[in-house]
């Protein structure tokens, strides 16, 4: 009976999958801040994830910064985490373009599933309502920068992906979400925020002030019921939908 029963197990999970996301950061998933040259910080930031530099060395001001993870100061994960980032910095900013968005606020606007790209820079002063499953991706050829106080809202904010040019800058308290992956560096000034995302510069310096960063939570498999079971996978800000 108990053989049975494990039989059913796995023909039940067999029958479902996750859909393959089309963005992966491989390694650097597990990285709430990843720096290429240094990274520097001031005051109360707390990071859910883990905290590296490659090939720089030098990691500052924790404490009083909190790391809810691991530090990798030089070493071969922080390394390998550099390269999975390049390689899909380079995937984002292949992708084609479903909407040119060069010169307009991103404040303001309500969009949907999509790849957004800003031939040079772009600017969020304000809300920034994101609506829809899958992937929203922002090809941004310079500059990301947020005035103080903008926010974006979001039911997806797993899959928000900020390829950047070069260097971004979240002004005071912005309630910023998704994945940065900047060539150059990041600033998160006084008090600014990333909800389900991370802070990934590939040859510059992180530069952080006060501030909480956590990354999405991984998809976890649930079982319930008796017999036939359901299943199902959730994470934080978005449901993992499974299809036969």
Not at 22 to 28: F, H, I, M, N, P
Not at 81 to 105: C, H
Not at 133 to 156: E, K, M, R, W
Not at 171 to 188: M, V
Request: hydrophobic letters at 45%; a neutral charge.
């Amino acid at each position: 009976m108990k053989r049975l029963m494990m039989i059913v197990v796995v023909v039940a999970i067999a029958g479902f999958h996750t859909p393959a996301r089309a963005v992966t950061l491989g390694t650097g998933e597990n990285f709430a801040v990843l720096g290429g040259s240094t990274v520097t910080n001031t005051g109360a930031t707390v990071l859910h994830g883990d905290l590296g530099v490659w090939p720089g060395l030098a990691i500052t001001g924790f404490g009083p910064g909190i790391v809810n993870g691991t530090i990798h100061a030089g070493d071969s994960v922080a390394q390998q985490a550099q390269s999975d980032l390049t390689t899909a910095y380079n995937f984002l900013a292949g992708m084609a373009p479903t909407q040119v968005l060069t010169g307009q606020d991103l404040g303001g606007q309500t969009l949907t599933t999509g790849v957004y790209f800003f031939a040079s820079s772009a600017q969020l002063t304000g809300v920034l309502t994101l609506s829809g499953p899958g992937d929203f991706v922002f090809q941004i050829g310079s500059t990301l920068t947020t005035a103080s106080n903008s926010s974006i809202l979001a039911n997806n904010s797993a899959n928000i992906y900020w390829q950047v040019g070069s260097s971004a800058t979240l002004g005071t308290a912005t309630a910023f979400k998704g994945s940065i992956l900047a060539l150059t560096s990041i600033t998160l000034n006084t008090g600014a925020t990333i909800d389900s995302g991370r802070a990934l510069a590939r040859n510059g310096a992180v530069t952080l002030d006060g501030n909480t960063i956590t990354i999405p939570e991984p998809c976890t498999i649930l079982l319930f019921g008796s017999g036939l079971m359901s299943l199902f996978a959730k994470r934080k800000g978005v449901v993992c939908s499974h299809t036969a």
